[in-house]
């Protein structure tokens, strides 16, 4: 049983860049191969990957996204981050978390159920 949830500030600023975090429990981020990967999901729009880190640490961005995003982990807490910079109401969505073998969401098996973060001003 591989679980992962979300957490992270439900309302951000622009000039804020908090990080979303993903616990996983059931697995560990740091063997077996594994992609860790975040996807979001804007209001009325499909699934959209958005980076990954391996088990590895080996990192992969989304390229239009490469500029203002990081991705990490702390994995004495069994975590991976999320960080956006430069937010706009653009990303506003649903934020989730997965495990994979690949980038390919068809290929990620356990999901998160999602938070939502929402940008203002």
């Known amino acids: 049983q591989v679980q992962l949830q979300e957490s992270g500030p439900g309302l951000v600023k622009p000039s804020q860049t908090p990080p979303l975090a993903c616990t996983v429990s059931?697995?560990?981020?740091?063997?077996?191969?594994?992609?860790w990967s975040w996807i979001r999901q804007p209001p009325g729009q499909g699934l959209e990957w958005i980076g990954y880190?391996?088990?590895?640490?080996?990192?992969n961005y989304k390229s239009a996204l490469k500029s203002r995003i990081c991705i990490s982990r702390d994995t004495s807490k069994n975590q991976f981050l999320l960080q956006l910079r430069s937010v706009t109401r653009e990303d506003t969505a649903v934020y989730y978390c997965a495990r994979g073998i690949q980038q390919a969401l068809q290929g990620m098996d356990y999901w998160g159920k999602g938070t939502l973060v929402a940008v203002y001003s």
């Open positions: 880190i391996t088990y590895a640490g080996t990192i």
């Open positions: 059931g697995a560990s981020i740091t063997t077996d191969n594994d992609y």
